[in-house]
């Protein structure tokens, strides 16, 4: 496949971004899952938390995180992404959105896909990301890899996803985020 062939299934397959790069619904929380080619397969960057923080100490996750006022969640998505990883939001190329997921703590989470020619070299911010993950796309939309449990969570059952790969355990929203990916490009190659 192609580089125009690929870029051409992913769009075709995603939502496409709203006119003027505003997000249908209210987020406050953005997420970018960049995709690239390497070593001959698309590949999703994931990162790990840095072990020192208060919350999700190191858990897999996207770059991203709260929209500041005035701001699009397209534009924190890829500000959030560039303070994590060093990644130039002008080396990303949306591709679209999927929908918001509610995450257990409270958020509301944007996911948007952005494709990269390649991965550059990063510049991690230490004090939020301990390293990084690279995920063949395949591994992650994977059934037979996928997970899911129902655990009681703040008094509701809650259905959770988990996708182990290799030595790494990805759960919670980037789980979620992943699953609904799975399932959108499911149900539109039916």
Same mark, same amino acid.
């Given at each position: ?15 496409? /971004?709203?006119? @003027? ?6 987020? @406050?929380?953005?997420? #970018?899952? /960049? ?8 590949? #999703? ?36 992404? &560039? ?5 130039? /939001? ?8 999927? /929908?918001?997921? @509610? ?29 990084? #993950? ?27 996803? &988990? ?28």
């Amino acid at each position: 496949m192609t580089e125009s062939q690929a870029d051409l299934w992913l769009s075709r397959y995603l939502l496409q /971004p709203p006119p @003027n790069g505003k997000t249908a619904g209210t987020a @406050n929380a953005a997420v #970018l899952l /960049p995709l690239f080619r390497h070593d001959g397969e698309w590949t #999703l960057l994931m990162t790990r938390r840095a072990l020192h923080l208060r919350h999700h100490p190191g858990q897999l996750s996207f770059p991203g995180g709260r929209i500041e006022t005035g701001e699009s969640s397209a534009a924190a998505a890829l500000r959030e992404t &560039f303070e994590e990883t060093g990644i130039a /939001p002008t080396a990303v190329r949306l591709l679209g959105q999927l /929908p918001a997921i @509610n995450t257990s703590t409270g958020f509301i989470v944007q996911p948007w896909i952005g494709l990269l020619d390649q991965l550059p070299a990063l510049q991690l911010q230490p004090d939020e990301v301990d390293s990084v #993950l690279l995920l063949p796309l395949h591994e992650a939309l994977s059934a037979r890899r996928r997970q899911t449990e129902i655990w009681p969570l703040r008094g509701k059952k809650q259905r959770l996803h &988990f996708i182990p790969w290799q030595q790494h355990l990805i759960w919670g929203a980037s789980a979620e985020i992943l699953y609904q990916l799975a399932q959108q490009l499911a149900a539109t190659s039916r």
